[in-house]
């Protein structure tokens, strides 16, 4: 079996103690490395691999946990699914059919979806300013990718986006890797696995992600859950893996410690 860091062996080994875990992964950055283009993003096939094999241990949950809207994540995510699924930083939840009262998902208001419309005619003007800069569209957001961009364009778009967006209320900006998502729901990352763990009812959560968006993620976890970044940077998680190729050897080792 291929060696964890021994500090991340020894957190790791006492999380897999736990009776009831969750195991709960972001997608871009974490189980597949970051891309150009979205929709080329593909999670490493042995990671994907490993993570079903994980959720079908005894007392082990497994979900993903993207900013990805669920249609986006399908495109990219091989069969099976993990059983549980959030998109969209929070506003999507798919559940298994036992757990579907707990969740309902609401309509976007006419108030939200005038806002949304606002939002992206703002970010629609700012992406033809700049070449290379485009737009991804999700149910209750819109994001400004400028990962292809020229550094210097790129940079502009945001700032640009950033101007024309702060006047209006309701908006919700979240800066990622090179991007900036304008959402007109107020959940994320860390409000999901904090409903996920209530919701499972575990003893302890494991959450890896990579990005700024994933912080969110790692400040609800408490002392008896594991928070693991994928990268460098500042962070709220207590351990680190330095790239998406790591990924497999964690899951290797968590499910052997499980047996
Ligand atoms: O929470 P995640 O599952 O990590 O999703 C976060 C965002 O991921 C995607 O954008 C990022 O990955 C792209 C593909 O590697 C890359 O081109 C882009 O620059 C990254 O920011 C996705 O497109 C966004 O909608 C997600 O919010």
Redesign the pocket.
Known sequence: MPELDPELHAALSGFAAHQKILVAL?????M?P?????ED?RPLPESAELFEQLRQLPGVFAALV???NLA?LAQVYPEPMPEFCIGS?GAERQVPETFKASWVEKPLSAEQKNLLAQVTAELAVVADRHAEVSL?Y?PSAT?L?V?RAAPQAGAAALHEAKTALQPLAGVKLLE????L?ASVHQGDKGESLSWLKHLLQVDAVLFI???V??ENGFKVLDSTDLGVKVGSGPTAATHHIASPQDLPVLLQNLISMRH
Not at 26 to 30: M, P, R
Not at 34 to 38: E, T
Not at 176 to 179: E, H, I, L, R
Request: hydrophobic share 20%; glycine share 12%.
């Open positions: 972001d997608f871009d950055g974490t597949s970051i891309v150009d283009r979205p993003a993207s900013g990805r986006s930083h991804e999700k994001v990718h990962r990622g890797k090179a991007v998502e992600g990579d990005d968006t994933d």
